[in-house]
């Protein structure tokens, strides 16, 4: 059995000739080729044309689950805090995906996985075997947006998550494409549910990758994306009501909030503990969507973004 790895996470076992000198501490995998659903921004959809070794923008070469277990033997563990592993809707998803689970278990390392999950005995299923957080990505704001671009039934999804959020609190998360059609509004309307739910939400920036449906589409705009990374940043890490964002029509004007420096922190990947995901929806050498290190915080230029307070 094969697995997908984050170039990344390769270079960090040895596996491409390339060295990543950054501190890596979420090591990354994918379970599954092609999907049986057909996302329309997805490189791994039923219709996509995309090289299927792509996620995003990222390559994730293939290697031998064992020779994956054995190199993750070689790491040093001190700046190694999690894996996590991105589940493709392949036929036999399920399968491998066990057998990576019991293998990945067996470092006592935090396991979170991003499953598009049939029913709730999966869910269930997985805790069982040790998982410790589950990712059920909505990508969307809205119904609309749900059933048009991802497919299959939103109240459905919703349930599933509720579901699971009930019997697992603190324990489920969800994804946010910004770029999809939504609002910021919506979006922010969205991460006040997933709260109320106790489940948090991890923002991503929406990427055209060449062969996929949307292709043509383009990212956000990188001033509105980081309006919402405040507003995610306020509503999970500092618990404001719903007063407290302004809007004018359907974009973010203010927060009745006191600036604070700490809230540059905003701009950091958004996800599970130590997620940072580097490069994921951008490139090093382009906009940065979501800041992977604390440390280049200071090429993010946020100082207007301060002018959003107080109101």
């Known amino acids: 059995m094969e697995i997908g790895v984050s170039f990344a996470t390769a270079s960090k076992l040895g ?20 999907c049986v ?49 991105q589940v493709i809707s392949s036929k036999n998803y399920e399968a491998e995906l066990v057998g990576t689970i019991k293998i990945l278990s067996e470092f006592n390392v935090s396991l979170s996985i991003s499953v598009r999950p049939k029913n709730f005995e999966e869910i269930e299923r ?12 909505t990508d969307t704001a809205t119904e609309e947006l ?14 599933l998550l509720i579901d699971a959020a009930k019997a697992f609190p603190g324990k489920i998360s969800t994804h946010l494409i910004i770029g999809l059609g939504e609002t910021e509004r919506q979006a922010v309307e969205f991460m006040f549910f997933m709260r109320s739910l106790n489940i948090r939400v991890a923002l991503f920036a929406f990427t055209p990758v060449k062969g996929t449906q949307l292709e043509s589409y383009s990212s956000p705009s990188l001033e509105s994306y980081r309006r919402i990374q405040l507003a995610r940043f306020l509503i999970f890490e500092k618990n404001i009501e719903e007063d407290a964002i302004l809007f ?64």
């Open 15 to 34: 596996l491409v000739d390339f060295k990543f000198s950054r501190p890596l501490p979420t090591f990354y995998f994918m379970v599954g080729q092609r």
């Open 37 to 85: 659903y057909d996302c329309k921004f997805c490189t791994h959809s039923r219709s996509s044309r995309a090289n299927v070794l792509k996620l995003s923008r990222i390559t994730w070469p293939r290697f031998p689950l064992r020779l994956v277990e054995e190199r993750l033997k070689t790491v040093d563990r001190k700046e190694l805090k999690r894996f996590c592993v």
């Open 126 to 137: 997985y805790f069982d075997l040790g998982v410790h957080r589950i990712g059920i990505a």
């Open 146 to 159: 749900f059933e048009k671009i991802k497919g299959g039934s939103w109240r459905r999804h919703i349930q």
């Open 248 to 311: 004018q029509n359907e974009e973010i004007k203010g927060f009745k909030v006191e600036y604070s420096e700490e809230f540059n922190n905003a701009f950091l990947t958004s996800g599970c503990d130590h997620c940072n995901r580097p490069f994921y929806n951008e490139s090093p050498n382009g906009i940065m969507y979501n800041v992977p290190y604390i440390d280049m915080l200071g090429k993010v230029e946020s100082i207007r973004f301060s002018e959003l307070f107080g109101r």
